[in-house]
């Protein structure tokens, strides 16, 4: 089958799309009508625009306009910078939540931290119109490559059977966006290609509905799609289409109002049977050369981008610049300059600090073996600090120790200990003190099978990625971006430490991943929580691979007990951050609106509840006027 060439760096070089797209009301349509400059027979004649009109339909989460950075804009009524797929997308799913707060003061941009937007809010409005101007392009395609228009046009079998390859993946475009549209605005107006072109008032449809035309298409292209991991990076395959389909069940007691655990488990399980791997190192996930340092093997989905063809203030671009400010150094990030926008909360801070009572309590049960020393809370006198017994013979402690000494003792008796005679990691009966020669938290083990321990500092969680140095913790000024800790998580950087294509560091290459592996992990754990089926200990051996990564070792391992619907919604923030799922989480897990407290939330600087009407965004006003058939969401 050909590919769409280039990482999908279609922003430049894509035909220009002609058609006008009728998706919702006889107004609104005009604000999301592409640039028309060429015929329809001009475009199809050419066997090549077929692939070329697919790229455009992914192009449209990554850019923003015709020819990028700006000018030629897909849509009207807001800055063309602020306008793109998925910037909106990450604003109305992390800027809503305790992960990120802004300092800008653009429009209303700051009614979705506070939770006050209405149907007015320029931001709300544009994400709308991008979902919708994206099923627009989607049901075009659909609409100029049924079997009856091709046969017309002569089109040979050879690229007629790699249409219907790119017909499925319209189709999961769509599906992609209409699941954005009932997560986001609940009821909606909804068309397909079946539907006439031209003026018309779309009928609203319940969220149960689409709910339920997503999961058909879904299924019903999933064995059209190129097999898990064969199709070309950034275009759909079966493992986005079952990754989609598991995501839509998890969430459908939400939507529908029945619970799917069960085939949100079967789909979790065909994504994680699917080939892909994870990647040995969190923080090359998010570098500039994340589509070939190896997390490519974790990615199920991803939004490309080129610092060279996929040019805007916007996606990753938009992420990297606007988290680096203050003190931090561009050139860490790759970048020529900060935007000093995002920042996070206390509440997120506070998912990463080290609770040694809970790592201890993973270990195992307490035992008769400790430490005792100059280094340890209560010196060579005692007590001890006992030791977990993590299977016969073998023990385990996280300390936090001075610099000083240790010995291992038993039972607070002199009796029976350990020390070390040669330092060099052997245990002899009432050998030679131990030194530890600087403070700090340990992980610290001793086997007496063959007498040997071991003492290295605890590092904690490298998804913990915080910019502390002249930031505060707390935020008096939400304007301010020095209130709030800042997020080195995307770095316009390759594994050498090399910035991106783009030499003036203006633009990023860092691929947004939209679905990946070790949320799948995460999903499962949560599914067999719900008692959508699963095993306990598979789903606490999947965390605890995510976690071994992050540690570097065993050290933030969990156990059965550990794994709790608290502990989940936790993980996932410490796993997915700013990857665009913790309002949509936050709402499944009961925690969004009338629950869950963090700073500026409702406004106050102690943050506080909001009304339930805000788990959905309202249908803006410029639709509710242009179409009689709408009706606004609850509360609005």
């Known amino acids: ?60 989460i990554a850019v923003s306009g015709q020819q990028g950075p700006g000018g030629k804009a897909d849509i009207e009524g807001i800055d063309e910078g602020f306008s793109n797929y998925l910037r909106q997308f990450f604003k109305h799913q992390e800027l809503t939540t ?44 659909l609409r100029e490559t049924t079997d009856a228009k091709l046969d017309g046009r002569g089109v040979d079998s050879a690229l007629k059977a790699d249409i219907q390859i790119y017909r499925a993946e319209a189709r999961f475009m769509r599906a992609f966006s209409y699941w954005h549209a009932i997560d986001f605005y609940g009821d909606i107006p909804f068309v397909t290609e079946e539907d006439i072109v031209g003026n018309f008032f779309p009928e609203q449809k319940s969220r149960s509905e689409v709910f339920n035309f997503i999961e058909s298409e879904l299924l019903a292209i999933e064995g059209a799609l190129i097999g898990a991991r064969q199709n070309e990076a950034g275009r759909a395959d079966q493992g986005a289409a079952q990754m989609l389909l598991a995501k839509l069940y998890l969430n459908a007691e939400v939507y529908t109002g029945t619970a799917r655990y069960n085939d949100a488990m079967t789909y979790v399980n065909k994504v994680i049977g699917g080939g892909y791997s994870l990647h040995s190192n969190y923080r090359q996930l998010f570098f500039a050369d994340n589509d070939v ?29 606007a988290a680096v400010g203050g003190t931090m150094v561009p050139s860490e990030f790759g970048i020529n300059g900060g935007w000093g926008g995002l920042r996070t909360t206390k509440n997120m801070v506070a998912l990463f600090d080290a609770d040694i009572d809970a790592l201890n309590s993973s270990l195992g049960t307490k035992s008769a073996w400790g430490l005792v020393g100059s280094s340890t809370i209560n010196g060579w006198d005692g007590p001890d600090m ?159 691979m995510l976690r071994e990564r992050s540690y570097g070792n065993t050290g933030g391992n969990i156990s059965a007990g550990n794994l709790t619907l608290d502990f989940i919604l936790d993980e996932r923030s410490r796993e997915l951050h700013w990857e665009g799922h913790r309002r949509t989480d936050l709402i499944r897990f009961g925690q969004f609106s009338t629950a869950g407290v963090w700073p500026w939330k409702g406004g106050v600087k102690e943050g506080k509840t909001t009304e339930s009407f805000r788990d959905i965004y309202p249908i803006p006003s410029s639709d509710m006027i242009a179409n009689p058939n709408l009706v606004q969401n609850p509360g609005y």
């Not at 009301?25 to 475009?43: A, G, M, N, W």
């Not at 992960?99 to 409005?125: K, M, Q, S, Y």
């Not at 300390?399 to 245990?427: C, H, M, P, T």
Request: aromatic letters at 14%; charged letters at 20%.
């Open 293 to 321: 340092n190896g997390a490519q093997n974790e990615s199920i989905f991803s939004i490309r981008f080129d610092g060279l063809n996929t040019i805007g203030y916007s996606g990753t671009t938009f992420i990297t610049h």
């Open 1 to 60: 089958m050909k590919i769409l060439k280039n990482k999908l760096t279609f922003g430049l070089s894509i035909i220009v799309l002609m058609f006008t797209i009728m998706f919702t009301s006889c107004e609104s349509e005009l604000d999301k009508e592409p640039i028309t400059e060429l015929t329809e027979s001009q475009v199809f004649d050419d066997p090549a625009s077929y692939e070329q009109f697919l790229a455009r339909i992914y192009a449209g």
């Open 386 to 544: 006992e030791m977990y017994e993590t299977s016969p013979n073998n023990y385990a402690l996280y300390a936090e120790l001075v610099g000083g000494e240790i010995k291992f003792r038993f039972d607070e008796d002199w009796g029976q200990n350990y020390g070390d005679d040669g330092a060099d990691g052997s245990l002899e009966p009432g050998g030679a003190n131990i030194a530890v020669n600087t403070g700090g938290v340990y992980f610290i083990t001793m086997n007496l099978d063959n007498l040997t321990y071991t003492i290295s500092a605890y590092n904690g969680d490298q998804r913990e990625q915080f910019h502390t140095d002249e930031q505060t913790l707390e935020i008096d000024d939400p304007f301010n971006f020095g209130d709030g800790y800042a997020v080195g998580k995307y770095r316009n950087i390759d594994v050498n430490g090399n910035a991106g294509k783009d030499g003036s560091g203006n633009f990023v290459d860092i691929d947004f991943p939209m679905f990946r592996l070790a949320d799948a992990y995460l999903m499962y754990a949560e599914i067999t929580l719900r008692g959508g089926g699963g095993d306990a200990g598979t789903a606490v051996s999947y965390i605890n």
């Open 98 to 141: 305790d992960e990120a707060i802004i300092a800008w003061r653009d429009g209303t941009i700051h009614d979705l931290h506070n939770h006050v937007w209405t149907p007015a809010n320029e931001f709300v409005r544009a994400m709308y119109d991008r979902i919708y101007f994206q099923i627009g392009i989607a049901n075009q395609f």
